[in-house]
């Protein structure tokens, strides 16, 4: 069975909640996973579960047929760039007509200054925008900040256990964005009749780590202090999680670049295209406190 939304990386951070947003707002949508019987039972019922895997492009091709619109979504992992322009051409051969890809954050694919995965992201945005050039579908890039809920999902517990929590940003401060804001503006670009080519989503204001301490002391009653930590001791702490090579050193590259003030921009991009401000991390320290107590 064809749906009209396909949505690809459908059970990570991202996807799980345009699958969620897309079904609630009634679109026939389909996740393509690996294992479908695990994925089903992340979703609302009605969304379809669509075998396939990007390592398989025979999976994905097949996967494309009778879709309207796709949200490209994979990992941090070696295999991005081709995964998805693989994954773009499948589309634009079956003949979908809007292609959303999630991509990296504006600063990680500057010219000249690319991460590792910024480059990579860049590469497919190069992709992308060739195919629509060629009139073969439309397109649109999605550029999130650094994930609020990724790197501050677990500052609340460690404030709580000991009055205090480290992060590797030095005083540097980040328009975090709200992982709920990044799904709602690729639900929105799947969706919208116009959407703009590009949407770049960022919290509406930039917060360091004194900024977090002053809100958790609030928040908790109690005191609360910011521990400032090098890059290296961040990337030890990850590698003791089981982390891949590859995904430390993306790590180590996005944190050097976030010392260095490079996700402080705030964006009215999110506003413009959703027609809403975005999350604050205040109310999602709220929301995580709460959920704690
Ligand atoms: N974290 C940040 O701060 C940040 C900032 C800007 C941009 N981004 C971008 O956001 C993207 C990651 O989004 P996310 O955090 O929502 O993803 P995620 O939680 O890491 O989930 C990855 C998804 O990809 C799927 N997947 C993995 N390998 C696959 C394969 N071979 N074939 C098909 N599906 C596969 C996973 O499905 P399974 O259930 O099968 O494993 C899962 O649904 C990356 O491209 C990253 O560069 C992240």
Same mark, same amino acid.
């Given at each position: 069975?064809?749906?009209?939304?396909?949505?690809?990386?459908?059970?990570?951070?991202?996807?799980?909640?345009?699958?969620?947003?897309?079904?609630? @707002?009634?679109?026939?949508?389909?996740?393509?996973?690996?294992?479908?019987?695990?994925?089903?039972?992340?979703?609302?019922?009605?969304?379809?579960?669509?075998?396939?895997?990007?390592?398989?492009?025979?999976?994905?091709?097949?996967?494309?047929?009778?879709?309207?619109?796709?949200?490209?979504?994979?990992?941090?992992?070696?295999?991005?760039?081709?995964?998805?322009?693989? $994954?773009?051409?499948?589309?634009?051969?079956?003949?979908?007509?809007?292609?959303?890809?999630?991509?990296?954050?504006?600063?990680?694919?500057?010219?000249?200054?690319?991460?590792?995965?910024? $480059? $990579?992201?860049?590469? @497919?945005? @190069?992709?992308?925008?060739?195919?629509?050039?060629?009139?073969?579908?439309?397109?649109?890039?999605?550029?999130?900040?650094?994930?609020?809920?990724?790197?501050?999902?677990?500052?609340?517990?460690?404030?709580?256990?000991?009055?205090?929590?480290?992060? @590797?940003?030095?005083?540097?401060?980040?328009?975090?964005?709200?992982?709920?804001?990044?799904?709602?503006?690729?639900?929105?670009?799947?969706?919208?009749?116009?959407?703009?080519?590009?949407?770049?989503?960022?919290?509406?204001?930039?917060?360091?780590?004194?900024?977090?301490?002053?809100?958790?002391?609030?928040?908790?009653?109690?005191?609360?202090?910011?521990?400032?930590?090098?890059?290296?001791?961040?990337?030890?702490?990850?590698?003791?999680?089981?982390?891949?090579?590859?995904?430390?050193?993306?790590?180590?590259?996005?944190?050097?670049?976030?010392?260095?003030?490079?996700?402080?921009?705030?964006?009215?991009?999110?506003?413009? $295209?959703?027609?809403?401000?975005?999350?604050?991390?205040?109310?999602?320290?709220?929301?995580?406190?709460?959920?704690?107590?």
């Amino acid at each position: 069975m064809s749906v009209a939304i396909l949505v690809l990386g459908a059970t990570g951070r991202v996807g799980s909640l345009v699958v969620r947003e897309l079904a609630a @707002a009634g679109s026939s949508v389909g996740g393509l996973v690996r294992d479908p019987a695990r994925a089903a039972a992340l979703w609302p019922a009605g969304v379809h579960a669509v075998a396939g895997d990007l390592a398989d492009a025979a999976s994905v091709r097949r996967a494309m047929h009778g879709v309207q619109a796709v949200l490209i979504s994979s990992p941090v992992h070696p295999q991005l760039a081709p995964w998805q322009c693989q $994954a773009m051409h499948a589309a634009a051969d079956a003949g979908v007509r809007r292609i959303v890809k999630l991509s990296g954050s504006a600063w990680t694919m500057r010219p000249g200054d690319c991460t590792t995965i910024g $480059a $990579a992201h860049a590469a @497919a945005e @190069a992709e992308l925008q060739a195919l629509v050039a060629a009139g073969r579908c439309q397109g649109v890039c999605i550029r999130p900040n650094a994930f609020l809920q990724g790197m501050l999902g677990r500052v609340v517990a460690e404030a709580q256990a000991g009055g205090r929590f480290a992060l @590797a940003l030095g005083d540097a401060r980040v328009a975090f964005a709200d992982v709920r804001d990044i799904a709602a503006a690729c639900a929105q670009a799947l969706r919208a009749t116009a959407p703009p080519a590009g949407i770049e989503v960022t919290g509406p204001a930039a917060v360091g780590g004194a900024d977090i301490a002053v809100l958790l002391q609030r928040l908790l009653s109690r005191p609360v202090a910011y521990r400032p930590i090098e890059v290296a001791e961040a990337i030890d702490r990850a590698r003791a999680t089981g982390l891949s090579a590859f995904t430390l050193r993306h790590q180590q590259e996005v944190l050097l670049r976030l010392r260095a003030g490079a996700g402080e921009p705030v964006s009215a991009e999110f506003q413009a $295209a959703v027609g809403r401000t975005p999350r604050t991390v205040d109310a999602y320290l709220a929301e995580a406190c709460a959920a704690r107590a």
